[in-house]
Structures are given as C-alpha cells and as structure tokens.
C-alpha cells in the first residue's frame, strides 16, 4: 500500500467554526508533512512530525493547530479561520524526515 | 539565499515535439533534488530523485539529470496525457536542520 488518504476531499467552514482535517499512511514511514497550496503556486511546507514529534513550525499562525496521534495519523484542527487560509491542503510522508514524500489528494479548503 | 527557480513558468508543444525544463538551485549543502508531476486539484505525485552532480534517471518518455547548480527534466515526443504542472524540490541542510523548497513549477501543456 503506497497510498496516503486525505479526509474531507472538501471542506467550507466559517470563521467561527472549528474543523480538522485528518491524513493517514500505513507505510510505516517515520515522516509526516502538512503543506498549504494557492492556485498556481507550489506548496509551503508547514509542520513536519518526525518519530511522532513536532520537528519543524514553519511559522504557521496559531489558528492552525497540528496533531499526531500515532505514526500512521496526522491531523491539522482549523480554528477561526480567514479568508485567505482557503487554499489545499496536502498531507505528505516520507520513511524518514527529508526522503521522497508520498502526497495524499489534499483538502480543498474554502473559508467564508 | 537559499532559492530554487523553475523555468519556463509555462510551456506549450505539439504532440511529439521533445523539449526540456528547468530547475535551477542556489542552495548550500544540497542533499537531494525531486522532481514531481502534479495534476489540478491533486496532489504531487513523485517521478526522481537526483543526489550528486553527473547522476541521470529515467522513466519512460521523461529524463532528469543534474548539475552543480541546475537540473533538467527532458521530455521526448510528449504525449497529451504528460500535460501537468511539474515540480522541482531541493533537500538541504540549513543550520544543522533539513530543509526542503520547491520551485513554483512549470505548466506543460501537450496538443494534439
């Protein structure tokens, strides 16, 4: 199995609203990545979990909250939102953090 | 500054007419160089890998190779089903921390 799932394909939230977007992998790789993707531009790296563990905050505000329950889950939980969060959102995982990353479909988010 | 920079931002060619894109790297302690194929509204999905300068892969109709400041992806005789947002992503180590950009890709586009 060299997939990696992504729930919701879609998602509209307000800005009061709280969500999550949820990212699976069973390939027993110790990597796991969230990025955010506007139209037409590539993506921006912003959580790594290595082992588990938060390795790398590109700075992200704190309205975006990641979580990794175990090494086979990573959840992003959204909460008041803007407009210009609206972008997809892609899960990726790698057997060890900077190896080839597998990415998942994404989540097309849209903030109201 | 670290910088990855893909050209042309967009190419358009006739079915069978072979040509080249590319990535160029302005980065220190380069520990990997990807390229991916993305599809609108899906994820990157994973073509090369490229490590040290002189070293090529190839997969069917494309062809990456890399240089100690460039990369290049050759395509011969595309066909329409290659059209696609391609994109190159450098590995480095940044103050002892891996780190990973992406160029902002090029659209190929293949007529029939």
């Known amino acids: 199995d060299t997939e990696v799932t992504q729930t919701p394909k879609h998602l509209v939230m307000g800005m009061t609203n709280k969500k999550s977007l949820k990212c699976e992998q069973h390939?027993?790789?110790?990597?796991m990545y969230w990025y955010k993707q506007k139209a037409k531009k590539p993506p921006e790296l912003m959580f790594v979990y290595s082992y588990e563990k938060l390795s790398i905050n590109e700075s992200v505000p704190s309205r975006f909250s990641p979580e990794c329950p175990n090494s086979s889950l990573l959840n992003l939980h959204l909460h008041a939102l803007q407009p210009e969060d609206s972008a997809l959102y892609l899960c990726a995982s790698s057997q060890d953090n900077g190896d080839i990353q597998y990415f998942g479909p994404g989540t097309r988010l849209t903030v109201l | 500054e670290d910088q990855v920079t893909q050209s042309p931002e967009a190419l358009r060619l006739q079915e069978g007419e072979s040509s080249s894109l590319n990535c160029s790297y302005t980065?220190?302690?380069?520990?990997?160089l990807f390229w991916y194929r993305q599809d609108p509204g899906k994820g990157p999905e994973f073509l090369f890998t490229?490590?040290?300068a002189g070293e090529e892969k190839e997969k069917e109709r494309l062809k990456a190779t890399l240089t100690k400041k460039e990369s290049f992806l050759h395509i011969t005789a595309p066909k329409p089903e290659d059209s696609a947002t391609y994109l190159c992503?450098?590995?480095?180590?940044?103050?002892?921390?891996?780190?990973?950009?992406f160029g902002s890709g090029t659209r190929l586009s293949i007529r029939p």
């Open positions: 490229l490590y040290s």
């Open positions: 390939m027993g790789h110790r990597a």
């Open positions: 992503a450098v590995r480095f180590l940044n103050s002892s921390a891996s780190k990973i950009i």
């Open positions: 980065v220190s302690g380069l520990r990997g």
